[in-house]
């Protein structure tokens, strides 16, 4: 149920029918969302608030591209790898979930991934539903 509703909120802010008020920040860089609550800024924090912000259909609230450009900056280009800060040593953990914050960002050639599970959702459907 709940990757269905997170699809259908993703795609009615993909189609910007999401509503606006005046009480919500316009475009915030991500990196200034996440300095806001003075979290030092790395990939992975990507997947959290970006996940928690499409849940709540509030993924309007980031620079979709400054979050891009910030995890691609944080690969290591020539071995592979994602690393929290750009031209630091890459880790398991900041690949997987940079690449799942890539993902939820629809960058080209990447699964869509379940928002609860932080999986592909073809993988969460085999697994857990069957399909």
């Known amino acids: 149920m709940l990757c269905s509703q997170a699809r259908h909120r993703k795609s009615v802010a993909r189609e910007g029918r999401a509503t606006h008020s005046a009480t919500e920040p316009s475009r915030v860089?991500?990196?200034?969302?996440?300095?806001?609550?003075?979290?030092?800024?790395?990939?992975?924090y990507s997947w959290w608030i970006l996940s928690s912000l499409i849940m709540v259909?509030?993924?309007?609230?980031?620079?979709?591209?400054k979050l891009v450009k910030f995890i691609l900056d944080c690969q290591?280009?020539?071995?592979?790898?994602?690393?929290?800060?750009?031209?630091?040593?890459?880790?398991v953990f900041h690949t997987?979930?940079?690449?799942?914050?890539?993902?939820?960002?629809?960058?080209?050639g990447l699964k869509a991934i379940d928002l609860a599970y932080a999986l592909p959702v073809d993988v969460v459907n085999r697994v857990f539903f069957g399909r």
């Open 57 to 65: 259909d509030r993924v309007h609230w980031i620079d979709k591209a």
């Open 96 to 108: 997987y979930f940079g690449v799942a914050g890539l993902s939820l960002l629809e960058y080209q």
């Open 76 to 91: 290591d280009k020539e071995k592979g790898g994602i690393s929290d800060r750009p031209d630091d040593v890459v880790d």
């Open 29 to 44: 860089s991500t990196l200034d969302f996440l300095s806001s609550f003075r979290v030092t800024t790395t990939p992975h």
